[in-house]
């Protein structure tokens, strides 16, 4: 049993947390948002899975720091955290990188990006470099793109594609990742998957599918294995 951070992200993050929880391990989420930590509860009603719900500013921090340490103290130190990156938020970010570096053996740090905009960018950039002297934390982005529904007709994808393609990275500890379209790529790739295939990923999406990414540097499609690796 491992402890288990989520922040932000709203829904899509939401599923993501049910899925880890589902595996055996207690997640720690965190959101502004009553409704889906709400609706997330009636979900795990009767079931033998640990979900700790925190309904708070994820951009107080000085209350988000107290209530993560007192959620280490209890589920014990953080070995894995997805986290939803706006722009503003970089300073959270690291205080949450920083408090998993001095109580954690060690940390897979997933940060969840939309990609696009020099905003973004900008505050990718500034991430990235506030994780150069913390040994114990494995930094990881994932970039959300757009859906493509051809002639350049795009839209966001869906909280059930986001879910997929995070829990896709998260399986298979990749470093770069990417949902959906993303200029960074050039290229769209999705994969349709059975109700049985997406059932093994969350038997609580059925009929949904999955997004397949490319990794930046290898360039090649990379199937989605049935099982999760918290390393």
């Known amino acids: 049993m491992a402890h288990v951070l989520v922040v932000g992200g709203s829904k899509a993050l939401a599923e993501v947390a049910l899925f880890l929880a589902e595996h055996d391990n207690t997640v720690t989420i965190v959101s502004n948002h009553e409704q889906h930590l709400r609706e997330l509860a009636q ?25 993560l340490v007192q959620s280490m103290d209890e589920h014990g130190p953080i070995v894995l955290a997805v986290n939803w990156l706006s722009p503003g938020g970089e300073a959270t970010i ?13 940390c897979r740090f997933f940060q969840v990006i939309r990609s696009g905009g020099a905003a973004l960018t900008e505050s990718l ?13 494995l930094y990881r982005t994932i970039s959300v793109g757009m859906d493509n529904h051809g002639e350049n007709l795009y839209r966001p994808l869906s909280p059930r ?13 990749r470093r770069d990742h990417h949902i959906g379209w993303t200029g960074a790529l050039g290229a769209y ?34 199937p989605v294995e049935p099982r999760l690796a918290i390393r």
């Open 125 to 137: 950039r500034i991430s990235r470099n506030s994780f150069v002297n913390l040994p114990k934390v």
């Open 189 to 222: 790739v999705l994969s349709a998957l059975s109700f049985s295939a997406m059932s093994i990923i969350h038997p609580s999406v059925p009929g949904a599918f999955c997004i397949a990414c490319c990794d930046r540097k290898k360039s090649v499609l990379h």
């Open 43 to 67: 979900k795990t009603t009767g079931r033998a899975i640990r979900i700790n719900p925190l309904q708070l500013d994820v951009h107080n921090d000085e209350l988000l720091y107290s209530s």
């Open 94 to 106: 690291e205080m949450i990188a920083r408090l998993a570096n001095s109580k954690s053996p060690l």
């Open 161 to 173: 594609q986001i879910c997929a393609g995070v829990i896709d990275a998260i399986r298979n500890d």
